[in-house]
């Protein structure tokens, strides 16, 4: 079985960084997509970033943390990253991973945006941003 754990998170202050990240352990599909998501209670969960295991490794990212985070994935160690930089205190979330096997090499998968039934997830970690 194909399992997600999470690692990283914490308190920043605003303007700082942190870095979450996603390991992948079990029986990985041979291509996939793995996308961070973040949830403020009441709201629902937002799609922030995408990246995938394709040869393009392709990324892409929501508006609310474009420039600021970035996506990065150690193919070889089945783990994948997010930095975050510029931390604001909206940013402050419960962060999960999910994932989703893709059927080919599929170029291009995430920058789509049409992948969302993301069914394997991360237990979620914690990033408060606050002075």
């Known amino acids: 079985q194909w399992q997600l754990a999470q690692s990283g998170g914490g308190l920043a202050q605003p303007g700082g960084s942190l870095r979450l990240s996603c390991a992948a352990s079990g029986s990985a599909p041979s291509y996939y997509a793995i996308a961070w998501f973040r949830q403020v209670p009441g709201k629902e969960r937002e799609k922030i970033a995408c990246i995938s295991s394709s040869s393009d490794g392709d990324t892409s990212y929501g508006d609310s943390v474009k420039g600021r985070f970035t996506a990065s994935r150690d193919v070889a160690k089945g783990t994948v990253y997010l930095q975050m930089t510029s931390l604001k205190p909206e940013d402050t979330a419960v962060y999960y991973c999910?994932?989703?096997?893709?059927?080919?090499?599929?170029?291009?998968?995430?920058?789509?945006?049409?992948?969302?039934?993301?069914?394997?997830w991360g237990q979620g970690v914690q990033v408060t941003v606050s002075s």
């Open positions: 999910g994932a989703v096997e893709i059927p080919t090499d599929a170029l291009g998968i995430c920058s789509l945006g049409i992948l969302n039934d993301f069914n394997y």
